[in-house]
């Protein structure tokens, strides 16, 4: 599975941003997907993800009730909505796929190059 992530920018606080995830090769519906950030000086966190039939979700307590992860696996993507941004959610974005859903990127065998979101006070 080969992953891009696009859609990252500068956006004002309290703003919105909605990253994508597309997915090449075969078998991405058989994936569950996540997201990660990695901060300047900071390891790399987890934020989101979602299972490859997306009835089960996760999210950082540090997003939850502000971002949403979803997907369209007709699509061969994987969207992270993002609101109510903070400064704090700057970084660089990550998606990756695993063949389970979990918090440690560890699991992830696949990743994507990464899209910078950076929001200003």
């Known amino acids: 599975v080969q992953l891009q992530a696009s859609g990252g920018g500068l956006v004002q606080a309290g703003g919105s941003l909605r990253l994508s995830c597309a997915a090449s090769?075969?078998?991405?519906?058989?994936?569950?997907m996540g997201w990660f950030r990695q901060a300047p000086g900071k390891e790399r966190e987890f934020v989101a993800a979602?299972?490859?039939?997306?009835?089960?979700?996760d999210y950082a307590d540090s997003v939850k009730g502000r971002f949403l992860i979803s997907r369209d696996n007709a699509k061969n993507a994987v969207y992270l909505q993002m609101g109510s941004l903070k400064p704090e959610d700057t970084a660089v974005y990550y998606c990756?796929?695993?063949?389970?859903?979990?918090?440690?990127?560890?699991?992830?065998?696949?990743w994507g190059q990464g899209t910078q979101v950076t929001v200003s006070s």
């Open positions: 979602i299972s490859w039939n997306s009835i089960s979700t």
């Open positions: 990756a796929a695993s063949r389970t859903v979990r918090r440690s990127s560890s699991q992830y065998g696949y």
């Open positions: 090769g075969r078998d991405f519906g058989g994936y569950g």
